[in-house]
């Protein structure tokens, strides 16, 4: 355990945007992007604590380990730090924001075993999934600690719809795969290929359209609604 004291900072209650609304797989990130209220006071540790540390502290005072709402808050409001290419795991684990409940607390999915994980780098921060592992060669990442003051947790706080609307992502996919594969591929062929080549070959046309389309998904897809909080309910803008 290090000798340092832990410097604790408070961080009062506010509002904040989490996620994104980038559907790409290059550029996007976890979505849906939403908003969360937190109602009550919490400190929050300055840098993230040393591993085995938190593990210790976690065991002996009342601490937790913060929600990615929380590290979002204090984040927001220039509260926190780390190390240059360091690395800290958070309280959360699920692999989207559907279903969560927009009140702070950690958005956890029983059958993932993964944590959300924040990276930092060179100024910039990206969040990805830490599996836990029995390699004692990998680097483990530090936790971030918060200590939280009574809070009012309900079943009734404001909650993301449960699963994206998958008819609408159908046809949005529809449309992208005509509008940038098929009709390009049948395009190239009217104005390059022979007349036969589009009869016979039609098939491939159709299909190589569709994957290219498809393939859009790296690169580039619409934006999806930002989730705001609305009296007691979550509504899209």
Known sequence: MTNDPIIWIDVSPGKVLVGSNNRSILFGGLGPRHEVSIDYNFKISEMPIDYYEAEYLLEKIDVQVASESEWELAFSRDLISAADSSSEVLADNADNYWGKICDGRPHVDPS???????????????????????????????????KREKQNWSEKSPRIPSKFENFRMLKEEIVICILFGILPSFTWAFFNASKSYIYDGWLNLLFGGILFGFSTILLWRPRQPTWYLHKEDMIPK
């Open 112 to 146: 993932k075993k993964s944590k959300i994980q924040k990276n930092w780098q060179n100024g910039d921060i990206k969040s990805t999934a830490f599996f836990p592992s029995k390699n004692s060669k990998d680097p483990i990442p530090k936790i971030r600690l918060v």
